[in-house]
T-cell receptor, first 115, second 115 residues
Framework: DAGVIQSPRHEVTEMGQEVTLRCKPI?????LFWYRQTMMRGLELLIY????????DSGMPEDRFSAKMPNASFSTLKIQPSEPRDSAVYFC?????????????FGQGTRLTVV | RKEVEQDPGPFNVPEGATVAFNCTYS??????FFWYRQDCRKEPKLLMS???SGNEDGRFTAQLNRASQYISLLIRDSKLSDSATYLC????????????????FGKGTKLSVKP
């Protein structure tokens, strides 16, 4: 399996522009997570899905952020309009429901810079 | 109080040393616990799950104390390759479909092993 695939790996955009981050989870995984990582705040859970349904979006910072999962193999995180404080590494992760302690696998992340 | 708290370090230790990290969590309903490792500019990867009875994997030992709500990681005979940030992870106490999907990360403890 190719693992969790995120695109793009790097994104530099101007303030006010729309940014779309993409994620393909591991096949057969029914959980998908979006995280944001900064030096100041560490890894923050933004939203997670189970069977394509958003379960907890309490970590989404503002209405400028939205996430979708139209099918089991694809999810997007959109920021519109983007601001410099959105600059961070955005990780997508997926895992499979299991009896206990199943591992979450992370993509390589998208490094977003908003100037 | 943060959901998951860790000493950020850095812990600077010589090769061969034994080093221990602690982590506290605030939600007594959390069910699953993990240690992840993150190398510089890389994605987090599972190091080990933490079971109630404690568990060992080679030089690594993880322990859970539910009464005091803390988790520990002990690394014996540390190697240069152990240099990384170690992330404590717990599930948030929200049940959906019989399992806790959320994975909440601490900010991590940085370990630097020197020759």
């Amino acid at each position: 399996d190719a693992g969790v695939i995120q695109s793009p790996r790097h994104e530099v955009t101007e303030m006010g522009q729309e940014v779309t981050l993409r994620c393909k989870p591991i096949s057969g995984h029914d959980y998908l997570f979006w995280y944001r990582q900064t030096m100041m705040r560490g890894l923050e859970l933004l939203i997670y899905f189970n069977n394509n349904v958003p379960i907890d979006d309490s970590g989404m910072p503002e209405d400028r952020f939205s996430a979708k999962m139209p099918n089991a193999s694809f999810s997007t995180l959109k920021i519109q309009p983007s601001e410099p404080r959105d600059s961070a590494v955005y990780f997508c992760a997926s895992k499979r429901t299991g009896a206990r302690n199943t591992e979450a696998f992370f993509g390589q992340g998208t490094r977003l810079t908003v100037v | 109080r943060k959901e998951v708290e860790q000493d950020p370090g850095p812990f600077n230790v010589p090769e061969g040393a034994t080093v221990a990290f602690n982590c506290t969590y605030s939600n007594s309903a959390s069910q699953s616990f993990f240690w992840y490792r993150q190398d510089c500019r890389k994605e987090p990867k599972l190091l080990m799950s933490v079971y109630s009875s404690g568990n060992e994997d080679g030089r690594f030992t993880a322990q859970l104390n539910r009464a005091s709500q803390y988790i520990s990681l002990l690394i014996r005979d540390s190697k240069l390759s152990d240099s990384a940030t170690y992330l404590c992870v717990v599930t948030r106490g929200v049940n959906y479909g019989g399992s806790q999907g959320n994975l909440i990360f601490g900010k991590g403890t940085k370990l630097s092993v020197k020759p």
